[in-house]
Each structure stands twice: as C-alpha cells, then as structure tokens.
C-alpha cells in the first residue's frame, strides 16, 4: 500500500492552536503530511522562516499522532503546486475559518488546479473554538501584552514575548 501524502502551506507566523488543529485532521485522511513554511512576500513576517520551521517541529515534537502517521516540516522554496509535486502529494489542506477565508483559497485553488489537475485541493473547517484565532491577531494582541494562551504554546507565547519585549 502507498503512503498518502498531503501539503499543509502557509506562514505560521507564529503557529497556532488552530494550525495544530488542521494538522490532527488532516492526518485522518493521509499518512504523510509535510507542513510547508512560506517566505510570503506580501506578510511581514515576526520570525524568520528557520525560527517559524523550528517552532513547529517543537510543537510538533510533544504530539502523538496515530501509528504510521508521519509529519515534516519543511521551508517551500519555489510554487507551491511544485512543493507539493516534488513532496510526492496527491492532496494539499486548507484551514477555513470563515467566509472571507473561503474567497481567497478558492482563487488559490482554481489557479493550482490550472497548473497541476492531479493534485486536489481540500477545504477544513477550523474547529468552532478556533474560528477567530488568527496568526495576526495573537501577534497583535501579544504586542500589547495581552494574554495569548488560548491561541498558542507557552512556548510559543514566550517567543512571542521576547520578540515584542513585554
């Protein structure tokens, strides 16, 4: 039997519950999922693609995860429909969060069909308690000194913390 792969894209600045959320669901229908890290030049970003990288294998690295489940993390250097090619997948996974969400992936979805028809683009709806958490709004609210611990790690909101100095 051949290992199902999928390609989970985005910035992860910084890596959310909800981003983990997707990741746990997305692992029900493939064996494989490689967590793409983009260098996205329209977001300016907080951490540094090897800092984002590193942050989610440690997130990463305290989950269980079925038997035979496997996940990588891996930077996406080129377009993403040849990251995903190029990483063996057959499948690339989209957290939705709401309508306005729904928009811009599916722009993103007819153009990566146009360039590669065999890869299939899949929509998950975020898990209700993850709907409004975004990575924008915890780098902002943690900006102010906010408290962020229903929307990351500790580990992750004590990077955050040092990044803003509060």
Same mark, same amino acid.
């Given at each position: ?5 999928g390609?989970?894209?985005g910035? =992860?600045d910084?890596?959310t ?10 692992l029900?229908?493939?064996d ?10 329209g977001?300016?970003?907080?951490f540094?693609?090897?800092e984002r990288?590193?942050m989610? !294998?440690? &997130?990463?690295?305290?989950?269980? $995860?079925a038997k ?6 891996k930077?996406i ?5 040849d ?9 690339? =996974?989209?957290g ?7 928009d811009? &992936? $599916? !722009?993103?979805?007819?153009?990566n069909?146009?360039?590669? &028809?065999?890869?299939?683009?899949v929509f998950i709806?975020?898990? &209700?308690? =993850?709907q =409004? ?5 915890t780098k902002?609210i ?14 992750i909101?004590?990077?955050? !913390? ?5």
């Amino acid at each position: 039997m051949t290992d199902v792969v999928g390609v989970y894209p985005g910035t =992860f600045d910084p890596f959310t519950y909800g981003h983990l959320d997707i990741v746990k669901r997305a692992l029900k229908v493939v064996d494989t999922l490689v967590i793409g890290v983009a260098q996205n030049s329209g977001k300016h970003t907080v951490f540094s693609n090897p800092e984002r990288i590193d942050m989610i !294998k440690a &997130e990463l690295a305290g989950q269980t $995860f079925a038997k035979g489940k496997k996940v990588i993390v891996k930077p996406i250097p080129n377009l993403l429909i040849d990251f995903a090619r190029e990483a063996g997948a057959s499948v690339i =996974f989209r957290g939705l969060r709401a309508v306005s969400d729904f928009d811009r &992936e $599916f !722009k993103l979805c007819v153009m990566n069909r146009r360039l590669n &028809e065999e890869i299939e683009s899949v929509f998950i709806m975020t898990d &209700e308690r =993850f709907q =409004f958490v975004s990575s924008t709004f915890t780098k902002e609210i943690a900006r102010l000194g906010g408290d962020i611990s229903t929307f990351v790690s500790p580990a992750i909101a004590l990077k955050l !913390k040092e990044k803003f100095g509060v």
